[in-house]
T-cell receptor, first 114, second 108 residues
Framework: EAGVAQSPRYKIIEKRQSVAFWCNPI?????LYWYQQILGQGPKLLIQ????????DSQLPKDRFSAERLKGVDSTLKIQPAKLEDSAVYLCASSVTGGSYGYTFGSGTRLTVV | KNEVEQSPQNLTAQEGEFITINCSYSVGISALHWLQQHPGGGIVSLFM???GKKKHGRLIATINIQEKHSSLHITASHPRDSAVYIC??????????FGTGTRLTVIP
C-alpha cells in the first residue's frame, strides 16, 4: 500500500511569513495526526482528526496555527505568521482507528524559519 | 516529568556490538511502539507490542507490562543501524506519548 505522503519535504521562510504543509494519509485510515518535532526532542502532537472532525487540538497554538481535513482524507497544516521557534520537522501520521493497530508516519516536512 | 523516558540519550557502538535501548513509561498503555528515525526526518515503525517479545531480523523488542518497561535490542550492529530510535506508547484513551529518542551511532 502507498505510504503517508507529505509535501513539501523542505521549506525555508522568513519570520512573519506564512507556510502550508500537506498530508495525504493511507487510504482508509480514519485518524490523522500532525506532530511537531523540534531538534533533540520527541514529536509533540499538534492536532488529531477522526475523519473530518477534530479529536484533540489542545497543544495547537491556535493564534498562529490552523489545520483542516475538510473531506476526511487529506489535510493541510498552516502557520501564519511564522516565528523562529517554529523551526522543526512537521510529521503527519495516520492510523486505522486511534492507533492501537499501528501508526504510519510520513517522511516529514523540515521547516526552517530565518 | 515525561510520560515516556528513554535511556541512553546517545549511544556510540563499534560495529558488531550488541546494543540495548531502554524505555520506561508511567501511564497505562494499550500498546508500545519502537520507531526508527533517519536524519531526513522520516519515521519507520519497527515494532508494535503489547506483551512479550517480538523479533525481526537483528532487532528484538521486549516489554514487561508489570514493570512498565520495554527494551529494544540490536544484535551484530552495523553502521546502517545508525539512527534515532524512539519509544512511543498508546494509552487506553488513544493518546500517543513519545520518548525523546536515543541517537545511535555505529562506527565501522
Amino acid at each position: 500500500e502507498a505510504g503517508v505522503a507529505q509535501s513539501p519535504r523542505y521549506k525555508i521562510i522568513e519570520k512573519r511569513q506564512s507556510v502550508a504543509f500537506w498530508c495525504n494519509p493511507i487510504s482508509g485510515h480514519a485518524t490523522l495526526y500532525w506532530y511537531q518535532q523540534i531538534l533533540g526532542q520527541g514529536p509533540k502532537l499538534l492536532i488529531q482528526f477522526q475523519n473530518n472532525g477534530v479529536v484533540d487540538d489542545s497543544q495547537l497554538p491556535k493564534d498562529r496555527f490552523s489545520a483542516e481535513r475538510l473531506k476526511g482524507v487529506d489535510s493541510t497544516l498552516k502557520i501564519q505568521p511564522a516565528k523562529l521557534e517554529d523551526s522543526a520537522v512537521y510529521l503527519c501520521a495516520s492510523s486505522v482507528t486511534g492507533g492501537s493497530y499501528g501508526y504510519t508516519f510520513g517522511s516529514g516536512t523540515r521547516l526552517t524559519v530565518v | 516529568k515525561n510520560e515516556v523516558e528513554q535511556s541512553p540519550q546517545n549511544l556510540t557502538a563499534q560495529e558488531g556490538e550488541f546494543i540495548t535501548i531502554n524505555c520506561s513509561y508511567s501511564v497505562g498503555i494499550s500498546a508500545l511502539h519502537w520507531l526508527q528515525q533517519h536524519p531526513g526526518g522520516g519515521i519507520v515503525s519497527l515494532f508494535m507490542l503489547s506483551s512479550g517479545k517480538k523479533k525481526h531480523g537483528r532487532l528484538i523488542a521486549t516489554i514487561n507490562i508489570q514493570e512498565k518497561h520495554s527494551s529494544l535490542h540490536i544484535t551484530a550492529s552495523h553502521p546502517r543501524d545508525s539512527a534515532v530510535y524512539i519509544c512511543a506508547v498508546v494509552t487506553g484513551a488513544n493518546n500517543l506519548f513519545f520518548g525523546t529518542g536515543t541517537r545511535l551511532t555505529v562506527i565501522p
